[in-house]
């Protein structure tokens, strides 16, 4: 399946993956504003930057094949969908238990505590379709959205 | 052993015919009756030996990577050009801007050198270029200097004579520079000092004033005779405050 | 009102040629009626004509041909000429006096032989030295312009419509195995014979339909060589072109058309290695003598006649043999006027000659790119 | 005691609070540490002083709530004095520097292209549609000699060695180490896929950039870095550097800081120390000893490379290309006053040289005059902008040109002229790796394609007006040209009419 | 093929995951003593703490038996194995016959002989049954005893909390999860459980519980007694092996599984709480009772019996326990002689971070407070990964790949 890939060597650590992943999982899709200004609670980035510079890269969710965060969910509410391979928390279900933060080897799942506990995590911006929208707002490239090489 | 006779030839052929020899496997080639012929041993990479008997023209070895040349004779200008490698020894004078950037290998002088002798020579990790010059060197000697050894040994002097000219290191910025016996103050670049020799510079000079004699069947002890002096640059970065940014 | 030389004049042209490739003479009736059919391809501001063979009885001569503004230049001319060539004879064209035909200048012919010792002192050839006397003439002479300087051949041109200047000239009392013809349709009124085609150097002559787009390119080339390109007009770049690359270069032919006329690189590129080496060699050197933009063209020499399109054919041009003849024209019914029945009628392809050599067995047409066709054309 | 500065900012920053989402994108981009984020009053603020107006932050911005603009404090007005001339003042007062500035010539000296116009067909000829017709702009780069002798459908001699450009631009030499490798390898992607060349500059060869050795001219310069035999052999051509048109006459340092690893290995010097080019070549003290290092790199060589001098556009620069010609050079490379630079004296830049224009109308002039502008190319450069000034040099009689600035440009250099502090914001000139690694060199190389295929159909749409199809035939053809706004003088000096004659 | 589970919770659900993932065709059936579908046991503490609706308590989407074409046979329960004709036999007299069969009976309370235990109110956490009967009892203020700190009975004291219970726990150990934690962690644990209102005994046990009928009260070893309205057993959980006995099924503590969770006999497999497998941290065999290793160790035997290759063999204990807003997570563990523990301790702030490290490789650690992205410890632990480079960087507040070797960094992070 397409994932995204970081090449950290073009990565410039801006943080406007997460500015956009912030923006598409608010209410105010396409509206980076509003997204910022009028969203309450203001959504988790789903993308992750990690800086130790010169070195900086971001990440998300793997989506991988044998997802940790799926097995180890206590309420079912992780679950990897058969047809796209995305791997979609169920926050209506998700009790915030944090398993899934403590087994995800990257790390990639997050704890959104503002209204309710619940993960929160990568969704490949599944409802827009296309391309992830970090993916598509990188100013450098440093995000890729393909098949694994 | 390959002899050529260069009298009548054309550089671009003599130069070629060096070429095709050293390309075909021949180590060594005696040139003979060389006059004026430029850029011999230009760019050379190979493991070879070149004689040359008579007066070779200007830029001679210049860029050269690996060969050997024995000028029996003087050299004239640019000789060791951006040489990068391989050793040229010179049984006479040099001209000017001998070693001009040079990064690698080594020249040996029997006599004197003209103005600007290892002018922006430069070392680069392994590769420490030297030139050992046997008499006396011309002004400008070692300017730019940035990495590599440049020696003078002021042998035959006449009592008065300096054994360097003025701006001796003017600009430089590395390397070392060491003269057998003293120059005065107002002969250097301002960039130079004097400091005195550590046991290891003596190791250092031991190796190439010992080539020098063998190269030129001279009496070490006649050498050793006097003491050297040693010239570093006082700051690796001598323009370092020159600019303001505007 | 500036005159040609002065300023650039852009024309459009009819341009007709006949040849006999075994040389056999005849009148020059035919080419008059050739051009005379494609009346409307010029406007009555410049037509001429260039005959080969028409003067076999001066036929080691020079044939000088100029025009006078006043007699005080000639007397002038006639004594520089004298001072340089042996004249064999001199004396006014016969000319026809005609209503259409007005201002006409002086119009006359010289037969000459450069003098040995001023070949001697100048160390030139007599083409040369030829040439620079032309080339003296026409660009620092007022008054007086050389427009015919061939041996056996002559150009006849004017301010007219051609068959106007045929008629004026009385061509149809000359005989040649080769004449070429030019109507022209100048945009302004060039005012001045000189400007009417053919255009000659030596025995070279050109008459030329189009606009030649490189022409600053190709001038400023041919400069370096010393030639003076006095009138601004395309065809006599043409020729200083042909002259410089053939008498000075010494270059076949087949080189010759394909540094005015190269194939484009793609093709240069499907090509084997040797063709390629050679079409590479020929555009990178004589670049400067690519002819570019819409022109076909007619060059006649005492070896015959080369027409030529631009590489992407921007004007007419169609050809015909009917036994020992030779035609090209820029419209077919010029041909058929003087030859109903060709026996082989074809349109060249862009950039693709049309050359017929005297005494050849054929009028070639050569395809561009074949070995054999390169046989044909240096044998 | 420490002197106050009296350098006021340059720009001021207006930050749009309804926009800004304090995103910190600005203070994250910003190497000048204009922008902080202030924790306790959740505020993002600006500090103007250190802004040099790259318009990084202003570009990632996400919401456009920045906007620079000039700082509109004002001394009183003084046509004399005008706040440049009092701001140098105060600089060298407090600093005692030599000013430095990146990037070419800004000052309102005349721009001669955009006094040129360009002709068209109508009627007479036919405009040539380059969409559907060929139109070719194959361009090569060498010594032509002055005739061929082909005899039996073989050329007798081969050419010398020549390169083949598919367009007349290539990429002006510009150093690894002035420019960062991304920025490098941006320009050798592009040149080879669109079938030009990049010039090294004083700066060696990368490593990685061997594998564009066919699309690459190796620079020599007086400084001599990372010249060996194997440089000299990976490239297609070997340029010798005499001159730049932003400081002619004048050597170069390229300051410790800059020569971090990978520059020092190219370079083949320490890390860390000043790489100090010479004002001259020290071989070069005259125009037989140019010829001397033309064919000790020929020699070196094997005569298989042609070989390219460069020289700033000076006074006398006609009579310079002469002696270069006849030196045996392959191609004179000519480089105006506007030219770019990494770092140069402001007074050089702006006060040495000549317009790339009359340079280039001189030298062809005088080379044709001599008849000797055959033997060698031309290739002039000193901010070409567009594609129209490509074809009016090359009407004027250039085989090809050299861009940098505008090369720069393409890769999202924002002409803030503070290439010498190598803080460049757009990771173009710049060693520092967190910077230079906001240039993807993919994206460069894309985009620096795309100017060349855009200036490519543009030059070709202009070809086609004016009814040529092969560029050859524009060369020198100044009768394409016609100036405006200009004087007799000036006219004569480009060899071209007046609009209207 | 026909398949036959014995229990319904993450094991049995893994396994039908597993099986279906192989075998598209085959017949499930499933066997079940409790009337649910699979529910999530670890909820239990939250639905009796409201904070989960009878609705969100199952584990999979109510159509899941019918979409995985599983037939659930609820509330019966296996009663006895006839290993010989391949045979369920279900406590309602029913058989099952089955060409595989999982044993996914997971664990049952441990509860020790004390006196008066048959008392009402006396209650185990174990089963949703056990919490709903709890909740019928249950009124603020009233006062509640847990026996064991360990995870059970800490679930239960924050659900009981929040319900306004008084609650004390009495720990025969020295300290809280004294399975999970070390003393210091330990330590913060227990300060945050008595910020929130629970008292300890620590060091004691009871012996006998009070009250007629129903719990009034406990007496402990140490002699002291504390009054109570109701006892909660939580020592512990054992393998449910019931049904394996006397069928020749070896069994030492749970059932003994291979990698493939074979039972010693063919056809029969055991996975989750009531197996005892190989494990990454132990040489020995063990059971690892918690829900991840569960649904892991079904899902594999699944595989395996639908006749596909998979194997388990890299369990180990994981726990992300949260008490209120407080967070801990940890995974693995052992330490001691030929262990390397580095650690971060912040008591003020409650921050704790402690690694346990053996040949250069994560073995175990504790989280306490921030736990974000402690997973890449988890993974590092699972893939036992050489981390002597970077093992100082895992101790910050949230670790991360920055601090890793590129190519490390790279294959792990984008793989």
């Not at chain 3, 302004?188 to 255009?199: D, V």
């Not at chain 3, 050599?357 to 066709?373: D, G, I």
């Not at chain 4, 064919?295 to 620069?317: D, F, M, Q, R």
């Not at chain 4, 524009?474 to 000096?493: A, D, S, V, Y």
Request: one cysteine or more; hydrophobic letters at 40%; aromatic letters at 8%.
């Amino acid at each position: 399946m397409k994932r995204v890939y970081v090449r950290e060597e073009y990565c410039a650590g801006c943080g406007l993956c997460q500015v956009h992943c912030i923006t598409a999982h608010s209410e105010y899709k396409g509206d980076i504003i509003k997204a910022y200004k009028k969203s309450f609670p203001r959504p988790l980035a789903r993308v992750i930057v990690e800086e130790k510079r010169p070195l900086s890269f971001s990440l998300q969710c793997r989506h991988c094949e044998e997802a940790e965060c799926v097995k180890a969910c206590i309420t079912g509410a992780m679950q990897k969908d058969p047809a796209t391979g995305i791997v979609i928390n169920d926050t209506a279900r998700c009790i915030g238990c944090w398993t899934c933060v403590l087994v995800c080897p990257y790390g990639a799942v997050r704890r959104d505590e503002t209204l309710h506990k619940v993960a929160v995590k990568c969704d490949m911006c599944a409802e827009a379709g296309g391309v992830p929208l970090c993916v598509e707002n990188c100013p450098n490239g440093a995000l890729e959205y393909r098949e694994e090489r | 052993m390959q002899t050529i006779d260069a009298s009548g030839m054309l550089y671009r052929d003599l130069n070629e015919l060096i070429r095709d020899s050293v390309s075909r496997g021949v180590k060594e080639i005696r040139l003979i009756n060389v006059n004026g012929h430029r850029y011999i041993g230009d760019g050379l990479a190979k493991e070879a030996s070149i004689i040359i008997e008579g007066t070779p023209g200007n830029d001679l070895a210049a860029f050269m990577e690996g060969a050997r040349i024995e000028v029996h004779g003087n050299a004239q200008d640019g000789t060791a050009n951006t040489m990068n490698g391989g050793t040229i020894v010179i049984h006479g004078d040099a001209r000017d801007a001998l070693g001009y950037s040079m990064r690698g290998g080594e020249v040996y002088v029997r006599g004197d050198v003209g103005y600007r002798v290892g002018i922006h020579m430069k070392g680069y990790q392994d590769m420490n270029p030297a030139i050992v010059v046997g008499g006396k060197a011309g002004d400008f000697f070692a300017e730019y200097m940035a990495g590599g050894i440049m020696i003078v040994l002021g042998l035959g002097l006449a009592p008065d004579e300096d054994i360097v000219g003025n701006y001796c290191g003017t600009g430089m910025h590395g390397g070392i520079i060491y003269l057998r016996g003293e120059v005065a103050p107002e002969q250097l670049g301002k960039e130079v000092k004097v400091v005195s020799l550590t046991e290891e510079d003596t190791c250092v000079l031991d190796g190439y004033l010992d080539n020098y004699c063998q190269y030129f069947k001279v009496k070490r002890e006649e050498i050793d005779k006097k003491p050297f002096c040693k010239l570093l640059p006082y700051n690796k970065r001598p323009y370092g405050n020159m600019y303001a940014g505007w | 009102m500036l005159r040609e030389g002065q300023i650039r004049i852009p024309s459009g042209c009819a341009i007709s040629g006949i040849m006999n490739k075994k040389g056999r003479v005849f009148g020059g009736g035919d080419i008059i009626n050739s051009i005379a059919v494609m009346h409307d391809r010029s406007n009555g501001l410049g037509g001429g004509f260039a005959a080969y063979g028409i003067y076999p009885e001066f036929k080691e001569e020079y044939a000088f041909h100029f025009f006078f503004d006043h007699t005080t230049i000639k007397n002038e001319i006639e004594a520089l000429l004298k001072k340089n060539f042996i004249i064999a004879s001199g004396e006014a064209i016969p000319i026809r006096k005609s209503k259409s035909i007005k201002d006409a200048p002086l119009i006359w012919r010289y037969f000459v032989r450069p003098k040995h010792r001023v070949l001697v002192k100048q160390e030139v050839d007599e083409e040369e030295f030829v040439v620079r006397f032309v080339m003296r003439v026409n660009s620092e002479i007022d008054g007086a312009y050389i427009f015919s300087s061939g041996k056996n051949m002559g150009a006849f041109k004017g301010v007219g419509y051609p068959e106007d200047i045929g008629e004026f000239y009385r061509l149809e009392e000359y005989s040649g195995y080769l004449w070429t013809a030019h109507g022209r349709f100048p945009t302004n009124t060039p005012g001045w014979w000189g400007g009417a085609h053919p255009f000659t150097l030596l025995d070279c002559s050109v008459v030329h339909n189009g606009e030649i787009s490189s022409y600053d390119a190709n001038r400023r080339q041919l400069e370096m060589y010393g030639y003076k390109c006095v009138l601004q007009t395309d065809t006599e770049v043409v020729a200083y072109i042909f002259d410089y690359l053939m008498r000075r270069q010494g270059l076949p032919l087949d080189v010759i058309v394909k540094a005015m006329a190269s194939p484009f690189w793609h093709e240069i590129d499907r090509m084997n290695k040797k063709e390629k080496e050679i079409l590479r060699a020929i555009r990178v050197v004589y670049g400067g003598f690519l002819v570019n933009g819409p022109f076909s063209i007619l060059i006649g020499t005492n070896q015959g006649m080369i027409a030529l399109n631009d590489r992407i054919k921007l004007r007419p041009s169609i050809a015909a043999t009917k036994g020992d003849y030779l035609y090209v024209a820029s419209e077919e019914a010029a041909i058929r006027q003087v030859c109903s029945k060709p026996e082989h009628m074809w349109m060249p392809r862009g950039g693709e000659p049309v050359i017929g050599l005297l005494e050849a067995s054929q009028p070639t047409r050569v395809p561009v790119r074949t070995e054999q066709e390169k046989i044909a054309i240096n044998s | 005691m420490s002197l106050k500065s009296y350098v006021t900012p340059s720009f001021l920053i207006e930050r749009n609070k309804e926009r800004c989402i304090k995103c910190k994108v600005c203070v994250q981009q910003c190497a000048n540490e204009v922008h902080r984020y202030d924790e306790e009053d959740d505020e993002i603020i600006s500090e103007e002083h250190q802004c040099v107006n790259c318009q990084r932050c202003v570009t990632l911005c996400p919401t456009g709530a920045l906007t620079i603009r000039k700082n509109p404090n004002e001394l009183r007005q003084n046509s004399n004095w005008t706040a440049e001339a009092v701001r140098a003042i105060y600089i060298q007062a407090e600093t005692g520097g030599i000013l430095l500035t990146g990037m070419g010539n800004d000052r309102p000296y005349p721009v001669y292209w955009d006094n040129i116009l360009l002709n068209a067909s109508q009627v007479t000829n036919p405009s040539i549609d380059p969409l559907r017709e060929p139109m070719e702009l194959k361009t090569h780069l060498g010594r032509k000699p002055d005739s061929l002798s082909i005899k039996e459908g073989k050329l007798q001699k081969k050419l010398p060695p020549q390169l083949e450009l598919e367009l007349p631009i290539m990429f002006s030499a510009m150093s690894f180490g002035s420019i960062s490798l991304n920025a490098i390898k941006s320009l050798a992607e592009a040149a080879k896929q669109e079938g030009t060349y990049f010039n090294t500059g004083e700066g060696g060869l990368h490593r990685d950039l061997y594998q564009y050795g066919e699309n690459t001219i190796v620079q020599v310069a007086s400084g001599r870095f990372g010249v060996h035999a194997d440089y000299l052999q990976a490239g297609a051509a070997i340029e010798i550097k005499i001159g730049q048109g932003a400081k002619p006459g004048i050597g170069g340092h390229l300051p410790g800081e800059k020569v971090e690893r990978e520059v020092s290995e190219t370079r083949m010097i320490p890390e860390g120390t000043d790489a100090i080019s010479p004002a001259p070549h020290h071989d070069i003290y005259s125009i037989e000893d140019l010829r001397q290092l033309i064919y000790s790199l020929k020699e070196a060589t094997n005569y298989e490379k042609p070989v390219s001098v460069k020289i700033a556009a000076v006074h006398n620069v006609a009579a310079i290309a002469s002696g270069i010609a006849r030196a045996g050079a392959d191609i004179i490379a000519i480089d105006g006053y506007r030219g770019g630079t990494g770092a140069a004296p402001l007074r050089i830049r702006d006060n040495v040289g000549i317009p790339i224009e009359f340079a280039l109308a001189a030298v062809d002039t005088r080379l044709r005059q001599e008849a000797i502008r055959n033997q060698v190319s031309l290739v002039v450069g000193g901010s070409i902008r567009n594609s129209a000034d490509i074809v009016k040099a090359i009407a004027l009689g250039a085989d090809a040109v050299y861009i940098a600035s505008s090369a720069l440009l393409a890769l999202g250099c924002h002409m803030c002229q503070k290439c010498y502090t190598g803080k460049c914001n757009w990771g173009i000139a710049t060693q520092d790796p967190q910077l230079a690694k906001r240039l993807n060199p993919e994206l460069g190389a894309q985009r620096a394609r795309n100017l060349l295929r855009a200036w490519k159909h543009e030059i070709q749409e202009m070809l086609g007006g004016m009814g040529i199809n092969a560029i050859e035939s524009l060369r020198g053809n100044r009768l394409m040209l016609r100036g405006i706004g200009l004087t007799e003088k000036e006219l004569q000096i480009l060899g071209i009419k007046n609009a209207g004659e | 093929m026909e398949y036959c589970i014995i229990g319904n919770s993450a094991a049995a659900i893994g396994a039908v995951e597993g099986i279906r993932g192989v075998d598209k065709k085959g017949t499930m059936t499933i066997i079940s003593d409790e009337p649910y579908q699979a529910y999530s046991r670890p909820l239990i503490s939250y639905y009796l703490a409201g904070k989960v609706a009878e609705d969100k308590m199952y584990y999979r989407p109510n159509e899941f038996y019918k979409n995985m074409g599983v037939e659930l046979l609820c509330g019966s329960g296996a009663g006895k194995l006839a290993v010989r004709e391949k045979t369920v036999i279900l406590r309602d007299g029913t058989k099952k016959r089955y060409d595989r069969l999982l044993i996914a009976t997971g664990g049952k309370p441990f509860v020790p002989p004390i006196k008066g235990l048959e008392k009402e109110n006396v209650h185990t956490f174990h089963k949703w049954d056990d919490v709903k009967s709890l909740a019928e009892e249950l009124s603020a203020g009233c006062k509640a005893v847990i026996i064991g700190a360990g995870l059970i009975g800490v679930k239960a004291a924050e659900a009981l909390l929040c319900l306004g219970v008084e609650v004390s726990i009495i720990e025969l150990a020295d300290r809280v999860l004294s399975s999970v934690l070390d003393e210091q962690a330990a330590a913060i644990a227990q300060q945050v459980m008595e910020e929130h209102g629970v008292k300890f005994v620590f060091g004691d046990t009871v012996t006998e519980v009070l009250g007629e009928g129903r719990v009034e009260g406990v007496s402990l070893k140490s002699g002291n007694k504390m009054e109570c309205d109701m006892l909660i057993v939580a020592i512990g959980v054992v393998p449910n092996t019931d049904i394996v006995k006397g069928t020749g099924i070896n069994v030492n503590r749970g059932i003994v599984v291979n990698e493939r969770m074979e039972t010693s006999v063919d056809g029969i497999y055991a996975a989750g709480d009531v197996a005892e497998g190989k494990n990454l941290l132990w040489a020995e065999q063990r059971v690892i009772p918690i829900l991840p290793n569960a649904y892991k160790q079904g899902e594999t035997a699944g595989v395996n019996m639908a006749g596909g290759n998979n194997s388990f063999t890299k369990g180990f204990a994981m726990n992300s326990l949260g008490f209120f807003d407080f967070k801990m997570t940890s995974a693995g563990m052992q330490g001691g002689e030929g262990y390397e523990e580095i650690y971060t301790l912040k008591a003020e702030e409650k921050f704790y971070r402690k690694l346990v490290i053996k040949d250069n490789r994560l073995m175990g650690f504790i989280a306490l407070k921030n736990i974000d992205r402690t997973g890449i410890l988890t993974g590092l632990i699972k893939d036992q990964v050489e981390i002597t480079k970077f093992k100082e960087a895992l101790l910050k507040i949230e670790p991360g790949f920055a601090e890793w070797p590129k190519e490390l960094r790279k294959e792990r992070m984008l793989s």
